[in-house]
């Protein structure tokens, strides 16, 4: 079925290699065959795009139905299904239920310490009530925001759905940040009441959750209470008449509450993105339009089969990709999903594999830097587990090289599954841009075409689309159902960030190409640009030209300030782990490789080999602090580093003057 035409060492003269990329891997035959999405659907959004979405919003159940699809009157502020009104836990849970699925899993859990549980839908409802009586008897009411600071556990889960069901809006925080990035939120949101836990499971350790939260809360009277689940029995500093024990209040609730239909455009959630340099920015996603999508999207994008798949997103759902693809979609398509609390090589690098075998988990969701680092501990440790219950594999977060996407597909996927290589952000709160896995060819390294019902393209800097071949900016051109409504708080900033750039245009930050059929290739934010004796060069580009060379796992590429060419390439690489260092030799190789691949332009300045990367939490490469490295200043803001020792071991690197 499929065909493999080059190979990763033909040469190229010219820039924009990744375009050349001419490896294609066809829908599996069975798989396509029985897709729950056809090239169909593409048609049927052309023809009447609203009618689409209305679809999709009918997979859900509605207590009222809207009087109209969209509201765009007062752009770019949207409403979706308005006068419609639903409610996301009932959707996502009792509806299963009274359908009689209640006994099918809904998560299979597994902590780090190896410790499991099993929920089913029917635990879920059970949950979900108490834990939603829980919080009105704390005098939680419709429209408070609570913030939820917790490991990934179940009650995570619980907590998320019980505020959705009486329309609380929810602000999760991701268990690694700082007491102070949690102060900043829960202030930014005016959050009545914290959820978290003593402590979760990191790296074989208990880690502790509940000081910071003691931290990030103290002289702010606006929260009341601190709801705290036991996890792994630290001790814990308890204030009396503010702290609670999720046991002590939880436990003894009824399990019977009933979900009030809310309105479509009821707040959900707020999800915290951070900007560059200022204070995140506080995302608000509301409840029909973002169920719809998510719902869709999971369904068409991971062709998920509810009743035999078992899915699962290694993710945190602190992150945009956890909210959607670990709790609102999985669970409004009532799938069977697999959690995991800890660390991917706790106690062993087999962890995942070992996770996947034992669950027969049949979809993986995970992000480019998980897979390169997996590339990095060598293929041997996934070869020793059992995979064969793998049939599609997902990539996110990041562009994924060619190189790491053909690893991913041979060593994880056995070379039988499609990989889909999704495009999305927090601010549009669903997958935009996708193959289709019954439908489209697999390119190595390109997310393809935006979905059936979204309307993207890729401009010039005066907002004229680019033609096949061109390159510039994405932007989104219609509103899209799960799309955020505003920035907390912030209209202003709402509007100046996403819809100043181009008159009319959704502006997504981030640079893309177009190939000679029209597909789209993401190269990363537009800061990530380099300007090289007065051509344009996308780090992604010469990040992945490294990683194709078989000696690399992983690759950093930053511009630095150079007398001659205006900006410098250069480049931090990790080697795969049976790669010998046998220092200038191979710097010139890899030097020499570059320039191969991309043409003598793209061959970085210097190259160096560096045991880590610096990269946020959701592991997402820090450049602003290699380009500070590169360029010998004092390094900016480490506070979002998830290892702040990274960055002196890439300084020791770094010969003393440039
Ligand atoms: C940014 C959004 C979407 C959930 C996780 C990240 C980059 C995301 C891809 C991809 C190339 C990607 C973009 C985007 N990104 N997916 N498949 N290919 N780049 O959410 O933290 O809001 O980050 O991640 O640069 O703008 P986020």
């Excluded at 490991?151 to 102070?180: K, N, Y």
């Excluded at 409004?332 to 697999?338: K, L």
Aim: glycine share 8%.
């Amino acid at each position: 079925m499929e065909e493999r035409v080059v190979t990763q060492e033909t040469p190229h003269e010219t820039l924009s290699n990744l375009l050349q990329e001419s490896r294609r891997f066809a829908p599996p035959a069975d798989l396509a065959e029985a897709a729950n999405v056809t090239s169909a659907a593409y048609e049927e959004a052309a023809a009447d795009r609203l009618a689409f979405w209305e679809k999709q919003a009918r997979r859900l159940h509605w207590n009222t139905e809207w009087d109209t699809v969209l509201d765009w009157s007062n752009p770019p502020f949207a409403k979706w299904f308005v006068g419609g009104k639903l409610n996301a836990a009932y959707n996502c849970v009792d509806r299963h239920v009274e359908a009689g699925i209640g006994d099918r899993v809904a998560y299979h859990w597994e902590g780090e310490p190896g410790d499991t549980r099993t929920i089913t839908y029917a635990d879920l409802q059970r949950e979900v009530s108490k834990a939603a009586n829980a919080l009105l008897e704390l005098g939680v009411q419709k429209g408070d925001r609570v913030a939820i600071y917790m490991p990934m556990i179940p009650e995570t889960v619980f907590a998320m759905l019980a505020c959705a069901r009486i329309g609380a809006p929810h602000t999760v925080v991701f268990g690694g940040f700082s007491a102070d990035a949690l102060r900043g939120r829960i202030e930014d949101c005016d959050a009545h009441v914290v959820i978290t836990a003593d402590g979760g499971y990191r790296r074989g350790a208990p880690s502790a959750l509940k000081p910071n939260v003691d931290e990030a809360i103290e002289g702010i009277d606006h929260v009341r209470n601190v709801l705290v689940v036991r996890r792994t029995g630290q001790d814990v500093a308890w204030t009396e008449g503010r702290d609670v024990w999720w046991h002590d209040v939880v436990d003894r609730q009824s399990e019977e509450h009933e979900a009030e239909p809310h309105d479509a455009e009821h707040p959900l959630y707020v999800m915290y993105t951070s900007g560059t340099t200022a204070k995140p920015k506080g995302i608000l996603h509301t409840t029909g339009g973002y169920l719809t999508q998510v719902s869709w999207t999971h369904n068409a994008v991971f062709d998920l089969k509810p009743e035999t798949d078992v899915y699962w997103t290694a993710a945190d759902i602190g992150w945009v990709t956890g909210h959607s693809y670990i709790v609102y979609g999985p669970l409004s398509n009532g799938a069977t999903s697999v959690m995991y609390e800890g660390t991917p090589d706790t106690p062993h690098k087999g962890r995942w594999w070992e996770t996947v075998a034992k669950y027969k988990v049949s979809i993986l969701y995970c992000a480019p830097t998980a897979i390169r680092t997996f590339m990095k501990w060598g293929d041997d440790i996934p070869a020793q587990h059992d995979l064969s219950s793998l049939r599609l594999l997902g990539s996110v977060g990041e562009p994924i090289n060619p190189e790491a996407y053909v690893w991913y597909r041979h060593n994880i996927g056995g070379d039988r599954t499609p990989v889909v290589d999704t495009w999305w952000q927090t601010e549009t709160g669903a997958i935009m841009i996708s193959p289709l896995p019954g439908v489209t060819h697999g390119k190595p390294g390109a997310a393809m075409r935006p979905l059936p019902g979204i309307e993207a393209d890729i401009v010039d800097d005066q907002g004229t689309p680019v033609p096949n071949g061109g390159g510039g900016f994405l932007v989104v051109k219609e509103p899209w159902p799960s799309m955020l409504r505003t920035i907390w708080g912030d209209d202003e900033r709402y509007i100046k960030t996403y819809w100043s750039r181009f008159d009319g245009l959704y502006f997504a930050g981030d640079g893309a190409k177009k190939d000679d059929d029209g597909d789209f290739w993401l190269l990363g934010r537009v800061d990530d640009v380099m300007l090289v004796s007065g051509h344009n060069i996308s780090t992604t580009e010469v990040e992945s030209a490294l990683v194709s060379n078989s000696k690399v796992a992983e690759a950093a590429v930053v511009g630095s300030t150079d007398p001659v060419t205006g900006q410098a390439i250069v480049a931090f690489v990790i080697l795969r782990g049976e790669t010998v260092d046998n220092g200038e030799a191979l710097v010139a190789e890899l030097r020499d490789h570059v320039a191969k691949h991309l043409g003598p332009i793209a061959k970085p300045r210097q190259i160096m080999i560096v045991p880590e990367l610096p990269k946020t939490r959701s592991g997402k490469i820090m450049r602003r602090l290699l380009r500070d490295v590169a360029e010998n200043r004092s390094l900016g803001d480490v506070t979002t580093l998830t290892d702040s020792t990274v960055m002196d071991l890439i300084k020791t690197k770094m010969p003393s003057a440039s």
